[in-house]
């Protein structure tokens, strides 16, 4: 594998293989790698020539100083990680070189970046913006792989390419999830084991949602939900809601209108997000 830190020397090394018509495809990540990040890169893997993961914690998109501070960094064990998966280029910047200065740039992506996590996580859409945007210009990719795992990043990312007028396909990649269910996250080791069994709690509550939705229901299996999250006392929750899939918007009962439950709680110190597709 191929390791970069510097955009020049990448755009070098790209720019001398672009000539052979090679698909290039992109695992934007923040490193701490699992194996949904792995299940990202050979889905790269099987539908590009060459694949490109970038490991790069974005200090713009952490609207909390201190999850930005205790943010696992792994490097060495990612390099191997990668190796293992036959990724093609590595590409590790340092701060200074995604923002030799500060990044004023504010997106607008009207409704979709002022709800959910918009609304609990200010900031956090607009330097995610910031840096995909920075890393589609450095890489040139003909593909970029985004886990379906952060919904709402996903549509925000469709978004930023539609009107900043990327030339390249976003390909959205199913949730990777541990044997009990929990979606796989970075953060994940960062609980205590307490924590983490009763993490366990999160997807048996998605799946709870979907069997009790009916499509005309909505309030209900929302407040059932909310109320179980409450009789945890590890848990304080953000949101648990039920949405329209296509935009986020509210979901209206009867309407047939395809449905997604999204959940973000606090599970002691360590914020968690996860989501299901209901009908
Ligand atoms: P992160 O390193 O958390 O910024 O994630 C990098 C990419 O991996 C994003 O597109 C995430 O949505 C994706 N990702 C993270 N966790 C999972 C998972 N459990 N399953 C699938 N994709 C994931």
């Given amino acids: 594998m191929l390791c970069f830190g510097k955009i020049k020397e990448l755009r070098a090394y790209l ?37 490109i993961c970038s490991i790069f914690v974005n200090p713009t998109q952490f609207n909390d100083k201190k999850d930005l501070e205790r ?17 093609d280029i590595l590409f590790a910047p340092e701060v200074d070189e995604m923002y030799p200065e500060p990044d004023q ?13 918009g609304a609990h996580r200010p900031g956090h859409f ?12 450095a890489v040139k990719p003909h593909k970029a792989f985004f886990g379906l795992k952060d919904y709402q990043q996903v549509l925000v990312v469709k978004e930023l390419v539609r009107q900043l007028n990327f030339d390249l ?19 994940n080791v960062l609980l205590s084991k307490e924590e983490r069994e009763a993490a366990a709690a999160i997807p048996q509550l998605m799946n709870l949602a979907k069997e009790k939705f009916t499509g005309n229901n909505k309030a209900e299996v929302e407040s059932m939900i909310l109320s179980e999250i409450g009789k945890n006392p590890l848990f ?18 009867g309407s ?21 597709f209901l009908n």
């Fill in 71 to 87: 943010y696992p960094r792994t490097l060495e064990s990612d390099t191997k990680l990668l190796e293992s998966v036959n990724c």
């Fill in 105 to 117: 740039r504010k997106f607008d992506f009207g409704f979709l970046d002022k709800t959910l996590d």
């Fill in 126 to 137: 607009n330097g995610v913006a910031q840096i995909v945007s920075k890393l589609f210009d």
């Fill in 169 to 187: 396909e976003i390909v959205p990649c199913n949730i990777s999830r541990e044997p009990d269910g929990l979606a796989m996250s970075s953060r």
């Fill in 15 to 51: 720019d001398n293989n672009a000539s052979k018509g090679l698909v290039l495809g992109f695992v934007p990540t923040m490193g701490a790698l699992h194996e949904g990040h792995l299940s990202l890169v050979k889905e790269s893997k099987a539908k590009c020539d060459v694949t």
């Fill in 256 to 276: 047939g209108e395809k449905a997604i439950a999204l959940i973000a709680l606090f599970c002691g110190k360590i914020r968690l997000i996860d989501n299901l």
């Fill in 236 to 253: 304080k929750p953000d949101y648990f809601e039920i949405r329209n899939t296509d935009d986020l918007r509210e979901y209206k009962d």
